[in-house]
């Protein structure tokens, strides 16, 4: 089994572009090209946040289009909602993705809630703390997150959230990362826990791992423009048109959740490595 987490993919209206230079829908419509094309179809999306650009609902309707193909694919996609994000826009714009998740597996107060993917036990939260950058969860949030996970004491969890809990170096993202003082309380809930497999951010437009409270936290970059690599804590923010990418989570019995970079493009390959005669190639 193996999901994909796609993130930040910051979609404004048809035609417009993100910073007046990012032609977001097309990078998307690129990444859902390069998802169809690979051989084995994924059990699910998670989309960590950031999903539009300024929570607009004409923004979320474009968004449903161009990934639309996976829609009709039948992959099932799972939302999660960053800084960009409007949670009643939001709310309206997926509520045929959220159907199939029952009251009880729903925070009623806030766009959290669980669900299966195979052998995995996805919990996504809500950081969005809105007009704020920063992340905000809280003790209500925080709460339901504990009672989440003690709901689920013998299967592998994973947590999606768009802000990442932990530093990264980065300063002008540091410091709109998860508010500091949710910070303890949420590593306390996880570490106790016991059974939380990883921690899937996004955010910071980055593959970044950390530990973190005795599991593993990760971001993701994004389909479209990259944060710069700058660890110069004075550095100017800005973004890079590296390369776009997104993750695979693979479930391996009996070992765990392995994770991949897959890279958006056309590349030269796959070339073989061995003769038709089982020798390698020299």
């Not at 996805?122 to 989440?148: F, K, S, Y």
């Not at 996004?202 to 970044?208: N, S, V």
């Not at 590349?267 to 003769?275: A, K, L, R």
């Amino acid at each position: 089994m193996h999901f994909l987490q796609l993130t930040d993919l910051h979609i404004k209206q048809p035609g417009r572009l993100a910073y007046r230079r990012v032609d977001t829908a097309a990078y998307l419509s690129r990444c859902v090209a390069h998802v169809l094309a690979q051989p084995a179809r994924p059990e699910a999306i998670v989309l960590t946040g950031d999903l539009v650009d300024a929570g607009a609902p004409d923004e979320y309707a474009h968004l449903r289009a161009l990934l639309a193909p996976l829609d009709a694919a039948g992959i099932r996609m799972l939302p999660v909602l960053g800084n960009h994000d409007a949670r009643e826009a939001a709310r309206e714009a997926f509520a045929d993705w959220l159907a199939p998740i029952p009251a009880e597996a729903r925070d009623p107060d806030a766009f959290q809630y669980w669900t299966d993917i195979g052998e995995v036990r996805l919990i996504v939260l809500d950081t969005l703390d809105t007009g704020c950058p920063g992340g905000r969860l809280g003790v209500p949030r925080l709460d339901w997150l504990h009672d989440a996970l003690a709901a689920e004491t013998a299967r592998p969890v994973v947590i999606a959230m768009h802000h990442p809990p932990f530093a990264t170096g980065i300063g002008h993202m540091d410091v709109q990362s998860l508010a500091a003082d949710d910070i303890p309380a949420f590593a306390q809930i996880v570490r106790a826990a016991g059974n939380v497999e990883r921690i899937l951010c996004g955010h910071l437009h980055r593959a970044i791992d950390v530990r973190f409270a005795g599991t593993v936290a990760s971001t993701c970059p994004s389909p479209a423009h990259q944060v710069a690599l700058d660890l110069d804590p004075e550095g100017t923010p800005g973004f890079v048109m590296e390369p776009p990418a997104y993750r695979v989570h693979a479930w391996v019995p009996g070992q765990g959740l392995v994770s991949h970079l897959a890279y958006v493009g056309t590349f030269d390959g796959p070339h073989p490595f061995f003769e038709p005669d089982g020798r390698l190639i020299d």
